[in-house]
Every structure is written in C-alpha cells, then in structure tokens.
C-alpha cells in the first residue's frame, strides 16, 4: 500500500470508531477520534460535518457552526453539511 492509502484507511477507521461513539450518545470521545482523522484529512467535508455534529449534541454551538462553515467552504455544494 502506499503511505496516502494507509493514511485514509487510517483515517475511516477513526471516523468509524467516531461514529458508533455518536451511535450511543458518547459525543466528547467520537469527538476526539473525529478530531485525529482530520489530522489525517483536514479537507474531508463530511468529517468537519460529523466533527459539527458532535459539538452541536455536546451544546458547543459556536464551534459546530465553524466546523459546518469549514465543511461548507471546502465543499459548497455538500448536500450532508447541516
């Protein structure tokens, strides 16, 4: 494999672990896995939606909306950005 498929594959198992944390509630933890794969992938606009997600359920508002406008900005037209 090469060093940037390694790093994605990397990154998604993050994202999975994130997810199934937000699954049962346990937002502050899938926030900490979301926030290691954007140090992976910083321009995954569906991971800065998941990571506003997380923050918007912990009644972090002001840094969900950064994150859906970081979302946003690298990609406009993202249908999933909340």
């Known amino acids: 494999m090469r060093q940037t498929e390694i790093m994605n594959q990397k990154a998604q198992e993050l994202i999975q672990k994130g997810n199934k944390l937000v699954e049962v509630g346990k937002y502050e933890e ?6 290691k794969a954007l140090n992976v992938n910083p321009n995954d606009p569906d991971l800065w939606n998941k990571k506003g997600i997380a923050l918007r359920s912990l009644g972090r508002y002001n840094e969900a909306v950064e994150c859906f406008n970081k979302s946003l900005k690298i990609s406009p037209r993202d249908l999933d950005a909340s």
């Open 30 to 35: 899938a926030l900490d896995f979301y926030e």
